[in-house]
């Protein structure tokens, strides 16, 4: 199969051995959660990263995004022994995350902590892939990128990197009665614009998108307001088939 090597303690999935989905039957059986697990609420939570080198992936797992996340899942094996065998970012640390639609989903902030490379599988395997979401070309990244843009630190951080993947918009304010209601505290009104300035500023310019087609007729002005809150060269877009 190859990818994962001795480090991971699972390798990539064969080809032969995924559905016509594309994901693999073992992926469907892990990632099979059916309800939000409270310790990855992130209401009255903060984290604290010391490794010189934090990332942060937060992925889409509304409706419309298929199966891709779990396709991601299938060959992370592979992405983390990249990472390793390459020596791309030594002492690494990841928090997964998870994100939907604060309007319409029972889980649409979930958030890990973070952990070895090797280790992340316990993470991903208690995520609830709730395939949801609004319906209306928007999903709640902003208020994700808010969380650790504002409620998380990275005392130590050379080369921190947050990397987002989905395909829909955000939207362009955040409000403090949302904002209190899923991280507790008091905070105020704010620009998505300022949120993402100040995530970008946290991770040393280092916020990416990987941009999945959003096939219902907006995608260039989702493409369009990405790119203009973190940099054209910053949107990867995949192939629109």
């Known amino acids: ?10 390798d990539v999935t064969d080809r032969r051995y995924r559905s016509s989905s594309g994901v ?34 937060i992925f889409d797992v509304t409706g419309s995004m298929g199966n891709l996340p ?4 299938d060959k992370w094996p592979g992405i983390v022994g990249q990472i390793v065998a390459r020596k791309y970012l030594p002492d690494p640390q990841m928090s997964l995350a998870a994100v939907g639609d604060i309007t319409s ?23 609830y892939f709730e395939g949801n979401g609004g319906g209306q070309g928007t999903e709640s990244y902003e208020v ?39 991280f507790g505290g008091k905070h105020k009104d704010i620009s998505a614009q300022k949120v993402f300035e100040d995530l970008s500023k946290k991770f040393k310019g280092n916020v990416f998108l990987i941009h999945r087609y959003y096939n219902r007729g907006s995608d260039a002005r989702i493409v369009k307001e990405w790119r203009e809150v ?11 088939g």
């Open 105 to 127: 989903d029972t889980a649409p902030l979930q958030v890990a902590d973070f952990s070895a490379l090797r280790n992340l599988d316990k993470y991903f395997k208690r995520i």
């Open 70 to 73: 779990k396709i991601i899942y």
């Open 230 to 240: 973190l940099g054209k060269d910053r949107v990867i877009l995949l192939p629109s």
């Open 144 to 182: 994700k990128a808010y969380f650790y843009a504002y409620l998380c630190e990275l005392p130590n951080a050379e080369n921190p990197i947050c990397l987002f993947t989905g395909d829909e918009g955000f939207n362009p304010q955040l409000y403090s009665d949302d904002l209190s209601e899923h």
């Open 1 to 10: 199969m190859g990818g994962g090597g001795s480090f991971y303690d699972r």
């Open 24 to 57: 693999s039957n073992t992926t469907e059986r892990e990632l099979s959660q059916s309800r939000v697990d409270p310790a990855f609420l992130p209401k009255n939570r903060r984290l604290v990263c010391k490794a010189r080198n934090p990332l942060v992936y």
